[in-house]
């Protein structure tokens, strides 16, 4: 069964930066275009980033121009770049398979913006 494993989280400052890992075991990368999802107390999952097996990034409104998808599919591993970070950016991070998530959620990374 293909797992997946956040990790990179933690607290930062506001304007500070994170960087976010995503592994995966199996095959999902050489699959599946994947997503950086995000879910703050409270609120729906909402989708911050998607990345095609071919590299094509797309951003929600709110991280654009802040954050910065990648993936190395040889590694099977994807990433997110969080720069110029917001309270409003505070959440726990998932990755799972873009648009269906048809791979069982991970624990996530948290992610807290606060001074």
């Known amino acids: 069964q293909v797992q997946l494993v956040e990790s990179g989280g933690g607290l930062v400052q506001p304007g500070g930066s994170l960087s976010l890992s995503c592994a995966a075991s199996?095959?999902?990368?050489?699959?599946?275009?994947m997503g950086w999802y995000r879910q703050a107390p409270g609120k729906q999952r909402d989708l911050v980033a998607t990345i095609t097996r071919g590299g094509i990034a797309n951003y929600a409104d709110s991280v654009k121009g802040r954050f910065t998808i990648s993936r190395d599919n040889a590694k099977g591993t994807m990433y997110l770049q969080m720069n110029n970070l917001k309270p409003e950016d505070t959440a726990v991070y998932y990755c799972?398979?873009?648009?269906?998530?048809?791979?069982?959620w991970g624990q996530g990374t948290q992610v807290t913006v606060s001074s």
């Open positions: 199996g095959s999902i990368f050489s699959i599946y275009a």
């Open positions: 799972n398979a873009y648009p269906h998530n048809t791979v069982p």
